[in-house]
């Protein structure tokens, strides 16, 4: 079933920590962005990527980087975690079509905690 | 770059009764207008959107009106249920996606 997907759901780190979130879709859709969310607050742009080799910051600063280097995996890294990096972040996908912008799907979350 | 702008932050409806919420957008090529739900604990899903050609689209109880002259558009719920309970976000998509701040609508009962 095509969908997006997100790993870890859940995890717990210590502070100074490397760590990696990852996305992949099976929709074929070439946008891709991530998005840090506290529970039912606002959604922040943190990256997102128009295809392969392409990313661009978000609104959001952040000390955190991704990479685009196939279509379908858009991975998050965190070089060192911080308690201020303690919330949710969501995955979404979109399609390129005949129009500018479609719908975007979101991946289930990986909800993250900085002890 | 484009700018979204959400009120109300909160709003409480009694069973029912009917909710409106509002968005302003800044950029005037902006040419398309989804409506998200997120309830509590799952990631936001596209519940309707309409694109400039059109200044209202409706599905059921669920409806959008867009005026583009004043860059807005509004989501409209007829009848709530306590299932429309949620957080509910609006986007302006240019080249990114950005979304508004979120309402969240309580329904009473």
């Known amino acids: 079933e095509a969908d997006i997907y997100q790993t870890p759901r859940y995890l717990v780190i210590g502070t100074g920590k490397k760590i990696t979130l990852e996305c992949s879709q099976t929709?074929?859709?070439?946008?891709m962005y991530w998005y840090q969310q506290d529970p039912g607050m606002e959604l922040h742009l943190i990256h997102y990527s128009y295809g392969v080799n392409s990313t661009e910051k978000g609104d959001l600063s952040s000390e955190s980087t991704v990479s685009r280097i196939r279509t379908e995996h858009f991975p998050l890294t965190l070089e060192s975690a911080r308690p201020s990096h303690t919330s949710q972040y969501l995955c979404a996908s979109s399609s390129i079509s005949s129009f500018p912008n479609t719908e975007a799907f979101f991946g289930q979350g990986t909800r993250l905690t900085v002890v | 770059g484009e700018n979204v702008e959400q009120h109300p932050s909160t709003l409480s409806v009694q069973e029912g009764d009917s909710a409106v919420i509002k968005c302003t957008y800044s950029d005037s090529a902006s040419n398309y207008f989804p409506w998200y739900k997120q309830e509590l604990g799952k990631r936001p899903q596209l519940i309707i959107d309409i694109r400039s050609n059109v200044g209202e689209k409706k599905d059921q109880r669920i409806a959008v009106t867009l005026n583009k002259t004043a860059k807005h558009f509004s989501l409209h719920i007829t009848e709530t249920q306590p299932e429309d309970s949620a957080v509910y976000f609006c986007?302006?998509?240019?080249?990114?996606?950005?979304f508004g701040k979120g309402t969240r609508l309580h329904i009473l009962p």
């Open positions: 986007a302006a998509p240019d080249d990114k996606i950005i």
């Open positions: 929709m074929g859709h070439d946008k």
